[in-house]
């Protein structure tokens, strides 16, 4: 053997296992966009139990504030019921609060795991706590652009706005920078007096907020949604696929709202059944927006380097990679309607839940239209094009279906 081969057969070998490895990586990272919970926490009611307390125990030392702690620590009006999940550091319970059931949520665990408030430890710096109120505006507004990714006037900031000065002030203070350090509480106290497609957020303590109960979706319900509580709750099989088109309009009702009605578009990038549960009238609210964001945000998002179209591609968003620059395009090419229509819809007009509710052609068509909606490249249109088509005929076959069934009970 000469004395070359020996240098070249250990890269040979260091190369292929450099290959293998980095194989495993990507597989893994892979595992682990498709399917984040893999590595989440065990969710125990005595671990659950265990935060709660420590959330008190900071409240009684006059670390954090809000208006449902009295009622948790003290007053025994909200008390924990089971632990829903835990996923890379969030923490969702379930609590009745007043005979009412409600969820609790945070992004992490403990109130010190959020960066506190300069302004907090500046004042205390100096021995007071007297700062001006218009740097603490411009601070939540500062808050509000790096969650969301929108520019808020003062006067726009009030469902965030920590109200008059009292004597745990600096409490008060400490409790809202942990909130507003989370997405989803932001954007759901921004919604909730414009949409009644979002949660309301219904009080807080400390770092955790929290929302009403509603039962989420899940792909085991034939119709992905769980029925019981609905009004008239349906039965057989023209009563569910009623419910069906119900579901399915408000569906198209959201997206018509998130689309136009605010003042810039609401990407939904996570879309699937658990994200969204549906009230006694049918209503589709999403119940968990860690992955929705205003158009602003979107584009900062997408804007990332790219060999091909599959590096432009976040979870349920999409752009398209400019190979010249190898720079993903900043403008999502795909759309809401389409990720429903191929995550739900699909699964609601292909299935046999129609089979003897509604004639023939009118399946046929309802399938066609949810197709074209899915995949609309399918079609001769661009994808921007076809969505606003599609939209119409859709919510035309599914006015046409509730026609069908109603004169069916008759």
């Not at 996923?87 to 609060?97: I, S, T």
């Not at 039965?235 to 569906?251: E, I, N, P, T, Y």
Request: charged share 25%.
């Amino acid at each position: 053997m000469s004395q070359w081969s020996r240098p070249l057969e250990a890269q040979v070998a260091l190369l292929a296992c450099a290959a293998w490895t980095a194989g495993w990586v990507l597989a893994a990272a892979l595992l682990l966009r498709a399917h984040p919970g893999v590595l989440s926490e065990r969710c125990t009611d005595e671990k659950s139990r265990r935060i709660l307390a420590a959330l008190c125990r900071e409240y009684e030392g006059g670390v954090l504030v809000g208006d449902l702690c009295e009622d948790l620590c003290v007053g025994e009006k909200l008390l924990y019921q089971r632990c829903l999940y835990y996923e890379r550091g969030k923490k969702v319970l379930q609590a009745d609060w007043r005979g009412r059931p409600i969820i609790l949520k945070s992004k992490e665990e403990a109130f010190s795991s959020f960066q506190p408030l300069a302004l907090l430890q500046d004042a205390a710096d100096e021995g007071g706590q007297d700062f001006p109120e218009a740097e603490l505006l411009l601070l939540v507004a500062g808050e509000v652009k790096n969650a969301l990714g929108l520019e808020l006037s003062g006067g726009s900031l009030g469902p965030l706005w920590p109200g008059r000065r009292g004597p745990r002030w600096r409490g008060q203070l400490a409790s809202l920078w942990s909130l507003l350090q989370q997405e989803e509480f932001v954007l759901f106290s921004l919604l909730q007096d414009l949409s009644r497609h979002a949660l309301p957020v219904l009080g807080s303590c400390g770092h955790f907020y929290a929302v009403e109960y509603l039962a989420a979706g899940s792909p085991r319900h034939r119709a992905l949604f769980p029925l019981d509580g609905a009004t008239g709750a349906p039965r057989g099989g023209r009563g569910q696929a009623k419910a069906v088109s119900d579901m399915a309009l408000s569906f198209l009702d959201m997206v018509s709202h998130f689309e136009d009605d605010f003042s810039h578009r609401l990407h939904l990038c996570d879309v699937k059944p658990e994200n969204f549960a549906i009230r006694s009238d049918f209503t589709v609210v999403a119940i968990d927006v860690d992955m929705a964001f205003f158009e602003p945000k979107m584009r900062e998002i997408l804007e990332q380097n790219c060999t091909g179209d599959e590096d432009c591609n976040f979870f349920d968003c999409f752009s398209k990679c400019d190979l010249r620059v190898k720079k993903c395009g900043a403008e999502r090419v795909n759309s809401n309607l389409q990720v429903i229509c191929d995550k739900i819809f699909r699964h609601w007009f292909s299935s046999s839940l129609w089979s003897s509710a509604l004639s023939f052609p009118l399946q046929r068509q309802l399938r066609e239209a949810v197709q074209e909606c899915a995949d609309p490249g399918r079609t001769a249109r661009s994808p921007r094009r076809a969505a606003p088509d599609v939209f119409w005929k859709l919510r035309r076959l599914l006015r046409e279906t509730q026609r069908k069934l109603q004169e069916a009970e008759k």
